[in-house]
């Protein structure tokens, strides 16, 4: 069965860098795509973006400008920066896996536990 | 980006009840739509996926219907372990993108 387990700290100062780590075990981190998902207190999802094992990776235009993420296969985990946060980046943060259910269909059917990140001095 | 509207936002239902939940998106995503649950403090699941083809382990009194822009996530027989919170989201095109939600409460 496979896993995702969350990694990264719960506060962050405002300007300075969010990173978070997502390392999946029981299974494979070659062929997926593994995506970012946040969810601000009391509020609906928004997907951050994916990257793909091989590195390529898909945005979210909202946030692209501060976004960066990258995959090491070698350590089964893959991750997420986002640089000058402000309050607005307060929200739980899901990793999860974008698997293609059907030919070009994909969907969310892996997440991880989530890791609540505030923005505050 | 597609923009993905439920309704109704919340609703109240007594166990044993059949719920329909409504999920139109803003342009054509054929169907390529998806349904999560989400109980509090606890990540989404994935329920339903490619409209109605239902995720291994999730009990049938869930089904999915809908095509183009209007989709429908119905439960059968509502159970105690269901209310929670109920999210569309499109795959059709990046960015991916959600639905506010729909809570299911207890009347």
């Known amino acids: 069965q496979v896993q995702l387990q969350q990694s990264g700290p719960g506060l962050v100062k405002p300007s300075e860098t969010l990173s978070l780590t997502c390392t999946v075990s029981?299974?494979?981190?070659?062929?997926?795509?593994w995506s970012w998902i946040r969810q601000p207190p009391g509020k609906g999802l928004e997907w951050i973006g994916y990257i793909y094992n091989s590195g390529s990776a898909n945005y979210n235009p909202s946030l692209r400008s501060r976004l960066t993420m990258s995959v090491d296969a070698s350590k089964m985990q893959f991750s997420l920066r986002l640089t000058s946060v402000t309050a607005a980046d307060t929200a739980v943060y899901y990793c999860?896996?974008?698997?293609?259910?059907?030919?070009?269909?994909?969907?969310?059917?892996?997440w991880g536990q989530g890791t609540m990140v505030t923005v505050s001095s | 980006d597609i923009q993905m509207t439920q309704s109704p936002s919340s609703l109240s239902a007594s166990v044993g009840d059949r719920v329909n939940i409504t999920c139109r998106a803003s342009q054509s995503i054929s169907n390529y739509l998806n349904w999560y649950q989400q109980k509090p403090g606890k990540a989404p699941e994935l329920l339903i996926y490619t409209t109605s083809s239902l995720q291994f382990g999730d009990p049938s009194r869930f089904s999915g219907s809908g095509s183009g822009t209007d989709f429908t996530l119905t439960i059968n027989s509502l159970q105690p372990e269901d209310f929670a919170t109920y999210y569309c989201?499109?795959?059709?095109?990046?960015?991916?993108?959600f639905g506010q939600g729909t809570k299911v409460e207890i009347k």
């Open positions: 029981g299974g494979s981190i070659s062929g997926y795509y």
């Open positions: 999860a896996r974008d698997e293609v259910m059907t030919p070009l269909h994909h969907a969310f059917d892996m």
């Open positions: 989201q499109q795959s059709f095109s990046t960015p991916r993108t």
